[in-house]
């Protein structure tokens, strides 16, 4: 059994590989590094009944990879790159290749991967960690569930100069309801749900734009949206309009969420 480890920046994801098949995952919260691999260990292998001498190894990535420097409790621990992992485990929950990954986290990262190997794109420090910062400043709640709630209600053209509100007519494939600005009408009778559900799509409408750019530039027609954010309903809602309008198919795997540790784990057992 391998266990691989995505040390994130606000959470850390466990999978447990056998076989090249994933049979268990748990996530856990944690600021530090060295508690969040550790704990999150043990929680999988207690909750799970995994004995000890049956892992054969443990394989880290992510953001506090670098923090860990020896073996977790004398098993032999490896480390990856974050690059490779994502690229790995989008290839293999999607069942695709020479694809466009973009994991959406604290920040966004894009990868292409495929037949020529893996590579880092680019990305954007716009996350779901920038929808907490933002709410925390503009909303009277900070805990990601309430932001949502909020934002089901909310409005956009309360908050967005939308296209419709400045020309007639269309302009190139863009419609009415296509955003002109971010925040940029912002109406007095905007109310918190209104400023939610605007903040979300900003970001998803950053994180989309890009990913679609970065397809177009390798001649490709797909993304498949891994991470965290890949769950987000308004999100994907938002990134659908974003397909509609680009013709790019965004694809979001089944457990999407532990594609870097699925990559971890899956990337040792692939070399040995």
Known sequence: MIIGIDVGTT???????EGGKVIKKIKTRAQDAVTAATGAFGKIVLENGIKIDTIERIVITGAGASKIKEDIFGIPTERVNEIQAIG????????????????????????????????????????????????????PVAEFRDIMELAKNGKLNQVDLLMGDITDTSLSFLSGESTASNFG??????????IAL???N?????????SVFAAKAKNLNRIVVTGNGSRN?????????????YGVEFVYPECAEYTT?????LSDWNNH
């Open 185 to 194: 009408k912002m109406l007095d009778t905007a109310n918190h749900s209104d």
């Open 88 to 139: 790995i485990g989008g290839m293999f929950l999607s069942g695709m290749s020479n694809i466009i990954i973009t994991n959406i986290g604290t920040g966004t990262v894009i990868i292409e991967a495929g037949d020529k190997g893996i590579s880092h794109f680019g990305g954007s420090g716009v996350g779901g960690g920038t929808i907490l910062g933002l709410a925390k400043k503009l909303l």
């Open 11 to 17: 959470i850390t994801k466990v999978v447990s590989i």
């Open 233 to 245: 309903p308004l999100g994907q809602k938002t990134l659908s309009d974003i397909s509609a309008l």
């Open 261 to 265: 540790a699925i990559g971890a784990g």
């Open 202 to 210: 900003m970001v998803f409408q950053v994180i989309g734009v890009l």
């Open 198 to 200: 605007a903040i979300i």
